[in-house]
């Protein structure tokens, strides 16, 4: 297997008759100077042995000759399955041997399970595998040098990584074009007997109406002439809304986006750490299930297990699968969504045994795993209107009448409850607000919504989309401001060039359309050199035709408007890796930087003297300083503003929210101002 710490753990659980060893991760690959992939001969992949795993090799070869039978049980998936064919390779292993054993958790009983029905190596998920790596070899390894000759070094391209690219670029010139448009609403307040309610202006004469003027409101307004309004439809339904689906990776990482704060990357380190396995008391036990899936499936024996906790804590009118659950005919363990490996480690339970972090995506996979097992919630809703002379208010109301799911599954829907009304009652306008509004630009990707629209898209899979996120950002194409992707002008450079001679490589459809054929290749439906074949064909025309025609562009450097301090020349802004910089215009020969400092405009709160400025910490997340560092230590994660609290003259503050936006806040925690969007 891949991992030492859990070759370690189920080492344990198998006993002294075995020996577990691990390869820590891939033992062979394509060699990365050069293409490696043999385009004249069948695509053929030219494998070594990974430099610095000579070693290991030499001691997996010496324990596989004194062992009466080895088993190879890496992960459960295409780059799990080739680990497993690489290793049978390197150790002459019989490929028709029954040797690959496969399991989702690591649990004893799960451990022990898979060694009882070893398998043969599944060579369409090797093929699969295969496939996609030669690939995206093919499309880097051709697209990238171009770009160094004709842009800059260091660049690259990728099926996944240019899409992602353009998305952000379009969603950015969408923002750029956009023209924001006038519109108005009118709410009020009503009153029935002595209960309020919100109502909003809906429209003139049982026709839906769109304000766009102030002109427009004043008119409507015209038609009053009494605060009474007459109920004139009432609609009263009962809605069910089912409970969510267990986590895939992709809706893992969006949760934990959006609930946790946790970047992509993140997100998969404290998963893997959670798979792997941790002490919880009793020993080292994995906590949840394999990590990277798109299936939803979940297993009869943990559909049992939920039912009976859900039973138990909530009553049975609370389990989807009431008290027990039939194994489907020709249901395969195989690939499950992920889940906690068994329900009864609550968060509360194992929480002493968890880091912070740890402790939180645990709680956030059990919690979405044990509301999946329950029924949905239903709910009373009620939809009225109201007119006075032909104009028209509505209200809508809704109260939860059976909780289901939502016992345990926080959700953002509050109850909103209406008064009882019957049409021909009569309430009472208590007042109205007419406002004006413009409409919005649609919002940058987050790293959730971005991996949300790959995946409606077809384009990567759950094991690409962290990688990819990561690669742009590394490039320099995109950066994160406020925690939504802004491209660069490095990254138009570069999004334009591929745009005008890859335009296959950046079109969404047809990326999916590959996915689709790669995902035909695992099975068994294609043979995974005629894909390659396929597309290679046509793309090595592109190829030969952007590095004929690709005009050389130079990204000039941004003149700073001063000099440099060391030697007197020029200052100009450069473009590294965490951004820009100021550096020296005689480099090599003076090698003099200077960090980029943006005011906030904003005097200290705290000596009065030197000014806020925004600042980096080592891992690129922004905070605010004092610029007469070190004699003023003065540090703070949110801006101040500059004014100060009107309660207790402590400094105030803009504070980013979950769920978006801003809020002045006081820095002593007494005051707080309207939410900003």
Not at 169 to 195: H, L, S
Not at 285 to 311: C, F, H, K, W
Not at 326 to 353: L, M, W
Not at 506 to 528: I, P, Q, R, S, Y
Request: hydrophobic share 35%; with cysteine; glycine share 6%.
């Amino acid at each position: 297997m891949e991992s030492p710490a859990k070759a370690k753990t189920i080492e344990k659980y198998l006993g002294r008759n075995y020996k577990v060893l691990a390869s820590v991760g891939h033992i062979r690959d394509l060699k990365k100077s050069s293409m490696s992939v043999d385009v004249e001969n069948n695509y053929e992949p030219q494998y070594i042995n990974i430099r610095g795993k000579g070693p290991l090799i030499n001691d997996l070869k010496k324990e596989a000759k004194k062992a009466n039978k080895v088993f190879l049980a890496s992960d459960p998936d295409r780059e799990g399955e080739a680990i497993s064919w690489h290793l049978a390779h390197i150790l002459n292993l019989d490929e028709n041997d029954a040797n690959r054993v496969v399991f989702n958790e690591i649990t004893k009983d799960a451990v022990k399970n898979a060694f009882k029905e070893p398998r043969k190596i599944d060579m369409d998920l090797v093929d699969a595998q295969q496939a996609r790596r030669v690939l995206d070899r093919l499309v880097g390894y051709s697209i990238s040098p171009i770009l160094w000759k004709k842009v800059k070094k260091g660049l690259s391209a990728g099926r996944v990584q240019s899409v992602a690219l353009k998305l952000i670029i379009d969603r950015e010139n969408e923002i750029n074009a956009f023209q924001p448009e006038e519109y108005w609403t009118i709410d009020g307040v009503f009153k029935k007997g002595t209960k309020q309610f919100q109502a909003s202006f809906y429209g003139m004469n049982g026709k839906k109406m769109k304000l766009t003027t102030n002109d427009e409101v004043k008119k409507v307004l015209s038609h009053l002439s009494s605060k009474d309004f007459t109920v004139d439809q009432v609609d009263k339904k009962e809605r069910k809304r089912n409970a969510p689906l267990p986590y895939t990776t992709s809706s893992m990482q969006m949760d934990a986006a959006n609930k946790i704060n946790f970047r992509t990357r993140k997100t998969m380190m404290v998963a893997q750490q959670l798979y792997e396995g941790i002490n919880i008391g009793t020993g080292v036990q994995g906590l949840i299930t394999y990590m990277r899936t798109d299936s939803t499936r979940i297993s009869p024996v943990a559909q049992n297990e939920a039912a009976s906790y859900i039973n138990e804590r909530f009553g049975s009118k609370y389990s989807k699968h009431g008290s027990k659950v039939k194994n489907a005919s020709g249901a395969q363990d195989a690939h499950e969504a992920i889940r906690p490996s068994s329900v009864f480690n609550t968060p509360e339970k194992i929480a002493k045994y968890l880091d912070k972090d740890q402790l939180k995506l645990y709680t956030l996979i059990w919690n979405r795993f044990v509301a999946s097992q329950m029924t949905g919630a239903i709910f009373d809703t009620m939809a009225v209107k109201l007119s006075q002379n032909g104009v028209q208010f509505a209200a809508n109301g809704s109260q939860v009448k059976f909780d289901g799911y939502l016992a345990i599954y926080n959700d953002s829907d509050k109850n909103k409850m209406l008064p009882d009304m019957e049409v021909g009652d009569v309430v009472k306008q208590v007042n109205s607000k007419p406002e004006q509004h413009f409409t919005q630009p649609p919002a940058r990707y987050s790293e959730a919504t971005l991996i949300k629209t790959l995946e409606e898209n077809g384009v990567g899979r759950p094991s690409t989309y962290a990688p990819t996120i990561e690669t742009i950002q590394k490039r320099y194409y995109v950066r994160l401001a406020s925690k939504r992707f802004e491209p660069t002008d490095l990254g138009q450079v570069v999004n334009k060039l591929i745009v005008e001679y890859f335009p296959d490589i950046v079109n969404v459809k047809f990326t999916a359309e590959m996915e689709g054929k790669l995902d035909d290749v695992e099975v068994g439906k294609e043979e995974w050199q005629r894909v390659i074949d396929e597309f290679y064909k046509p793309f090595s025309k592109e190829v030969a035709k952007a590095e004929a025609e690709m005009e050389k562009i130079q990204i000039k450097d941004e003149p700073a408007g001063f000099d440099c301090e060391v030697c007197g020349s020029p200052m100009v802004i450069k473009i590294g890796r965490f951004g820009k910089f100021y550096a020296c215009s005689n480099f090599p020969d003076c090698r003099h930087t200077q960090a980029i400092v943006k005011e906030v405009g904003v005097t200290c709160p705290n000596c009065h003297q030197g000014q806020i400025i925004e600042r980096k910490t080592k891992r690129n997340r922004i905070f605010y300083g004092c610029n007469r560092y070190p004699e003023c230590e003065f540090t703070s994660w949110d801006k101040p503003v500059g004014r100060d609290c009107p309660k207790c003259g402590h400094f105030l503050m803009e504070k980013k929210i979950r769920g978006g936006g801003k809020q002045i806040v006081c820095s002593n925690g007494d005051y707080e101002e309207d939410k900003i969007k």
